[in-house]
Nanobody
Framework: QVSLVESGGGLVQPGGSLRLSCVASGSIGNINAMGWYRQAPGKERELVAWSASGDTTNYAGSVKGRFTISRENAKNTVSLQMNNLKPDETAVYYC??????????????WGRGTQVTVSS
């Protein structure tokens, strides 16, 4: 079992910055990808940024150029630097990890989320 704990959320003014962090613990062997999703009130959870093995990264189009995802494999952490935040990015941000179990098999884990509120 893998446990994911997020930190770094809070209240920030429009145009401000926050840095989220997520630490994985437990049976963390073969975690090959980690990333961030968010869910705003009344909306579906959506991908924000994803980092897979080989330093492959994906970003939602709306955050490209403003958000940066980074992983420290040795520490099993993933961070998300968010700059120039907008009010409509207010959401609960969730960390997700994917663990390789074998050919064609993987397991996914979610953190409990951290609230990000962008408001003046």
């Amino acid at each position: 079992q893998v446990s994911l704990v997020e930190s770094g959320g809070g209240l920030v003014q429009p145009g401000g910055s926050l840095r989220l962090s997520c630490v994985a613990s437990g049976s963390i062997g073969n975690i090959n990808a980690m990333g961030w999703y968010r869910q705003a009130p009344g909306k579906e959870r959506e991908l924000v940024a994803w980092s897979a093995s080989g330093d492959t990264t994906n970003y939602a189009g709306s955050v490209k150029g403003r958000f940066t995802i980074s992983r420290e494999n040795a520490k099993n952490t993933v961070s998300l630097q968010m700059n120039n935040l907008k009010p409509d990015e207010t959401a609960v941000y969730y960390c997700k990890a994917r663990q390789f179990l074998g050919p064609g098999a993987c397991r996914e884990y979610w953190g409990r989320g951290t609230q990000v509120t962008v408001s003046s």
